[in-house]
DNA sequence: ACATTAAATTCGA
DNA sequence: TCGAATTTAATGT
């Protein structure tokens, strides 16, 4: 048999990672208890799907390590990458509010852990907990602000500032609490979030780096000046 | 699309 | 088990 000897780093319990989330981390032993119980937890390996467009949306889902994208396929087949969730993020809670289907697909790209809390509870905690309805407020509201600065990119700007803004949205705090400023996703994965080749992320990629806002390293990248990143805005 | 280079895997002692 | 050889993946132009 093969032995392993690299990966034997112990994996936090679920327990233990609900209660360290941006939201479990306001809530009481007690409830994170009965939510922990509740929640099932799958490795969804790379390539593979999370949640599908069209299913029914039964889950509030977390990723807790790993990297997806959400994305549609349009009648014809042609596929759009929307956006991207890095380590931290948790999503899908629309759909679970509304009790509609899923909207969009959602692929893992690594290998990814992955927490499905079930509608109900996710009600029963929107029912129950003010501070649990705090953070939503926040989640949501981070993201409306994303999807409007991503309209606002992607109409006026430059590829360089859209790839620039694509890496920057990686690292929000209120959208992933835990993010690193190291970015691990290759350049072609960096091409998906930004709508742009991966010829053509490799060279906005250069740029950015001569500019010292990032560093590239083989199979991803360190984002040295999150501020700058940000606002960098070029036709 | 092609050339280069870094990393991962296989192979042979 | 070590390192050289080969294959595969990522990057740069």
Redo the contacts with the bound molecule.
Sequence with gaps: MRSFPREQIQEPSLHDVLRQSAWGSRLPEDVLIRVTDATEERHVAAGELVARAGAPARHWIGLIDGFVKMSVTSRDGRLSTLSGLASGAWFGEGSVMKAEQRRYDVFALRDSRVAFVPAETFEWLRRTSFPFNHYLQQLMNARMSLFIGLLEHDRLLGVESRVAHALASLLDPDLYPFASDVVKL???EVGLLANVS??RA??A??TLQAAGFIA??????RILDIDRLREFSVP
């Design positions: 290759n350049q072609d991966r010829q490799n060279v990629l250069q590239l390293e083989r199979g991803g990248l």
